[in-house]
């Protein structure tokens, strides 16, 4: 309980690293000066192409945080990181750390993923690949895209940020 507690109280700590995307933003950031409405209304066509823009994965990544379900998230980006690694002593450090922070039953900030794949997970992990991740990724990926994707799509945030990029476009044009 304690773990799940000390969670909740870093996870307010952490809006600052995204505040331009929360409301109300700030016209004047530089990071918000850069997006175009038509990169915004782009996150909408797929979930693949809002997780590919820094600043649609800062935004979703906020939209999480506020809802309290950013493990996911987070478990995705750590999963992305992973693969990346070429030293066989630093995936196994890497898979221990994923595991104990996203996998483990009592996990700080256990994804929900089903028996059979965690169990599945852990004999992976026993000898470390950079694919040893890849399917509980994707059911994390698959659990996102069809649950918090659309209601990222449907938030005020979402929308609040297509409004003032497009404000700003016509602000622009005059």
């Known amino acids: 309980m304690k773990t799940r507690l000390g969670c909740l109280s870093k996870k307010s700590d952490s809006y600052s690293d995204f505040s331009e995307f929360l409301p109300p933003a700030h016209d004047t950031t530089a990071r918000w000066l850069k997006l175009s409405t038509d990169e915004v209304v782009r996150w909408s066509e797929s ?3 809002l ?6 994965l800062a935004a979703f990544r906020t939209f999480l945080k506020s809802e309290f379900s950013d ?13 990346k690694t070429k030293s066989s ?3 196994v450090s890497k898979a221990n750390k994923i595991y104990q922070e996203f996998l483990d039953i009592q996990a700080p900030r256990e994804v929900n993923i089903d028996h ?13 690949s950079p694919t040893s991740l890849n399917e509980v990724q994707f059911k994390v990926y698959s659990l996102m895209e069809r649950d918090s994707y659309p209601r990222f799509l449907r938030s005020k945030m979402y929308k609040d940020l297509v409004s003032r990029a497009h404000a700003r476009g016509q602000r622009r044009s005059v």
């Open 89 to 91: 002593t630093k995936l």
């Open 51 to 56: 997780l590919s823009h820094k600043h649609g």
């Open 71 to 83: 493990e996911n998230i987070e478990f995705w980006m750590a999963c992305e990181e992973y693969k």
């Open 116 to 128: 059979r794949t965690r169990e599945k997970t852990k004999q992976s992990l026993e000898d470390p």
């Open 47 to 49: 979930f693949d192409h």
